[in-house]
Nanobody, 128 residues
Framework: QVQLVESGGGKVQAGVSLTLSCAASGGVLSGYAMAWFRQSPGQEREFVGAMAWDGGLSYYADSVRGRFTISRDDVKNTGYLQMNNLKPDATADYYC?????????????????????WGRGTQVTVAS
């Protein structure tokens, strides 16, 4: 059973870049599809982006496409969310999630119910 721990959050100014990390233990991350979600105060958790276990497919929410990138370092067994040109509306708690590779993931990648394993989150605050 994989455990996930996010890090890298903080308070930044609008326009800068920030990279979040998702360190995995208890499992090899390359055998899992990985996703990032975020939740702002008073809002529902929303999909940010996801990447297939083989790195061949990536999906992003319209609001972040072109500015956010998901990647993975298999040596470090760690996933990343690089966020460029941050805007104040990116302020949220960010969570990484993972699910073992399976054929239907592509159709359901944006659903939080699709993912079996979750980290505890890291907070990002973007000041204007």
């Amino acid at each position: 059973q994989v455990q996930l721990v996010e890090s890298g959050g903080g308070k930044v100014q609008a326009g800068v870049s920030l990279t979040l990390s998702c360190a995995a233990s208890g499992g090899v991350l390359s055998g899992y599809a990985m996703a990032w979600f975020r939740q702002s105060p008073g809002q529902e958790r929303e999909f940010v982006g996801a990447m297939a276990w083989d790195g061949g497919l990536s999906y992003y929410a319209d609001s972040v496409r072109g500015r956010f990138t998901i990647s993975r370092d298999d040596v470090k067994n760690t996933g990343y969310l690089q966020m460029n040109n941050l805007k104040p509306d990116a302020t949220a708690d960010y969570y990484c999630a993972a699910v073992p590779a399976h054929p239907s993931w592509s159709r359901r990648h944006m659903l939080d119910s699709e993912y079996d394993f979750w980290g505890r989150g890291t907070q990002v605050t973007v000041a204007s």
